[in-house]
């Protein structure tokens, strides 16, 4: 699998956009980038998926560089309750194809 | 989403004690499900990929007699925790891949404290 490189934690403005970047320099043509998070205490949570295309669904936008070696999840509009560490995986889309997480970014939002 | 179900939730028991902690896909069948184990302030490990009616396969350095997994239904995969010490305390957390798309869906991880 991939390993991807996120930044350890970020700040952002509760009502601002969150942007997370991730680096998956080494991912392969089959592989999808999958984006959850887990709040303290409590299992992942997915968020959104993607292959090569921007995805949007009602929690956050997904932006892949044409490339596929960089993504970029974005909450438009920040709430306290996006605190989270945030982790964003590869892996080739077939349900026995394994999860490995790395360490995530841990998104502060401050009122 | 679809859901998993894991229990129990918080268990602790006496050092050599075996546990077992549940992992159920509530709406939908799981031929793969995987267990994961958390410790304090770090990311999940990976432990095993759990199998609907064969072995389970497990990661480099994780024990399979002291880590036994049963997935003997397409909705439910077991982890038992056999002969528990201190250092066995960790949050274990289960998933269910749903076939059709290949998401991954957590359980609610069960906290186990062994005394």
């Known amino acids: 699998d991939a390993k991807t490189t996120q930044p350890t934690s970020m700040d952002c403005a509760e009502g601002r956009a969150a942007n997370l970047p991730c680096n998956h320099s080494?991912?392969?043509?089959?592989?999808?980038v999958y984006w959850y998070r887990q709040i303290h205490s409590q299992g992942p949570q997915y968020i959104i998926h993607?292959?090569?295309n921007n995805e949007t669904n009602e929690m956050a936008s997904l932006i892949i560089t044409e490339d596929r070696k960089s993504s970029t999840l974005i909450l438009p509009h920040a709430t306290l309750r996006d605190t989270a560490v945030y982790y964003c995986i590869v892996r080739g889309r077939y349900n026995f194809n394994k999860f490995y997480f790395g360490s995530g970014t841990k998104l502060n939002v401050k009122p | 989403g679809a859901v998993v179900s894991q229990h129990p939730s918080r268990v602790i028991c006496k050092s050599g004690t075996s546990v077992k902690i549940e992992c159920r896909s509530l709406d939908f069948q799981a031929t793969t499900m995987f267990w994961y184990r958390q410790f304090p302030k770090q990311s999940l490990m990976l432990m095993a990929t759990?199998?609907?009616?064969?072995?389970?396969?497990?990661e480099q350095g994780v024990e399979k007699d002291k880590f036994l997994i049963n997935h003997a239904s397409l909705t439910l995969s077991t982890l038992t925790v056999t002969s528990a010490h201190p250092e066995d305390s960790s949050f274990y957390i289960c998933s269910a891949s749903f076939i059709e798309t290949g998401e991954l869906f957590f359980g609610e991880g069960s906290r186990l404290t062994v005394l």
């Open positions: 759990s199998n609907e009616g064969s072995k389970a396969t497990y």
């Open positions: 080494t991912i392969s043509g089959n592989e999808y």
């Open positions: 993607g292959l090569k």
